[in-house]
């Protein structure tokens, strides 16, 4: 659906997965995903006059809940085989509850200049001031904008444009609930243009997975239990500590956490919504120095749903101990950006890293 196609019109390839921007009625009043993406292309105003040639795949029809590393990874190579057949960028449309973690594993695994933009919607096609429609076209329009290359993954809706590795959603019903709340968006889509007033600093991917990986996500709370996290930590390949404010932990946690450590990667993030968690500051036992010294590695700046994110991409890559802590730290802004472990854009499989993890808390 577009003008008619030139030899300098923009190909965009749309992906629809379901979610709530494809979702209708079923007789009981509920909604479910039921559109095809065909469907939802056909219904954007504005679309057929926007300049750009547009292809449609049917992908998943799926709640954005239902959403597996799978499902991510096959999309992932689909995107990747169609922006090397000319494509100039990619849209996802899905399901908006999982959108911050399936745009950063796109993130991770997309290592081409074009970009791939994840937009969903927050109110259904069944009701007044569904905003499926307009999210698709400025999701489109980013897409097919030259000044979204080189930016990885990105999330569009309200017409603002998120990076994927910062992304949140901060409301559960807000139409206005995606933000970047240490960063701000990267730009707007204005008139039909992508406007982007920032970007990505750098670009940071990993190897496609070539093996299954289990990571936990366990969030402190008052007076934790620490059987609690015991019966999780002989489960896992990893975990990922939700913790208070800048890294810090009740202290009846700090054994169960130095023992898995030492067998498994426990990374250290912050549950508290923006901010990041702190390396040299608090000494006293679960704070982050004494967390860190017993093997942690800090997230800093990396939202503990990204942690695990990257975490499980990781191991799923076979990643070893020195590249793991390599990449978390960087993805956190604590190292440099030289010290990601793999080349920022490459079409190479890089080799892994064959370090035990089970090594010396001092290496790392």
């Known amino acids: 659906m577009s003008s008619t196609p030139t030899a ?16 209708s009625s079923d007789n009981g009043g509920a909604v479910v995903p039921a559109l095809s993406t065909r469907q939802l292309v056909d219904a954007v105003p504005g679309l057929a006059a926007a300049a750009v040639d547009i292809e449609v795949v049917d992908f998943r029809r799926r ?17 990747t085989e169609a922006l090397a057949a000319g494509a100039a960028g990619a849209v996802v449309s899905q399901g908006t509850d999982t959108i911050e973690e399936t745009a950063y594993l796109l993130d991770l695994l997309h290592h081409r200049p074009e970009p791939i933009v994840v937009t969903g919607a927050m109110r259904n096609p069944t009701l007044a001031g569904a905003d499926g429609a307009a999210n698709l076209l400025a999701a489109v329009h980013a897409a097919a904008a030259p000044a979204a290359r080189d930016q990885g993954c990105l999330v569009v809706l309200a017409d603002e444009i ?25 730009g707007y889509v204005v008139e ?12 940071l991917t990993v190897p496609a997975p070539t093996r299954q990986a289990t990571v936990g996500l366990h969030t402190t709370t008052l007076d934790d239990d620490p059987t609690v996290l015991g019966a999780i930590s002989t489960r896992v390949d990893g975990l990922v500590v939700a913790a208070f404010g800048v890294g810090h932990v009740p202290e009846p946690l700090v054994g169960t956490l130095t023992t898995l450590a030492a067998r498994v990667p426990v990374v250290l993030a912050s549950r508290t919504p923006a901010g990041p968690t702190l390396t040299r500051t608090y000494g006293f036992p679960g704070s982050e120095q004494d967390l860190i010294a017993r093997g942690l590695i800090p997230a800093g700046w990396l939202h503990p749903y990204k942690a695990r994110i990257l975490l499980r991409a990781l191991l799923a890559a076979e ?9 978390i730290t960087t993805a956190g802004g ?14 190479q499989q890089p080799e892994t890293a064959t370090v035990d993890w089970k090594m010396s808390t001092t290496d790392a």
């Open 319 to 327: 990643a070893g101990r020195e590249h793991i802590v390599a990449a």
């Open 192 to 203: 039909g243009t992508a406007r982007m007033l920032a970007g990505v600093p750098h670009r």
């Open 162 to 186: 998120h990076a994927a590795r910062w992304v949140t959603k901060s409301h559960s019903t807000s139409g206005a609930t995606f933000r970047s709340l240490d960063t701000g968006p990267l």
């Open 334 to 347: 604590l190292a440099d950006p030289t010290a990601w472990p793999w080349p920022a854009v490459s079409d």
């Open 8 to 23: 300098t019109t923009p190909r965009v390839v749309i992906f629809g997965l379901g979610g709530t921007i494809a979702m």
């Open 63 to 79: 709640p954005g809940a239902s959403l597996t590393f799978a499902d991510l990874t096959e999309l992932a190579t689909a995107a």
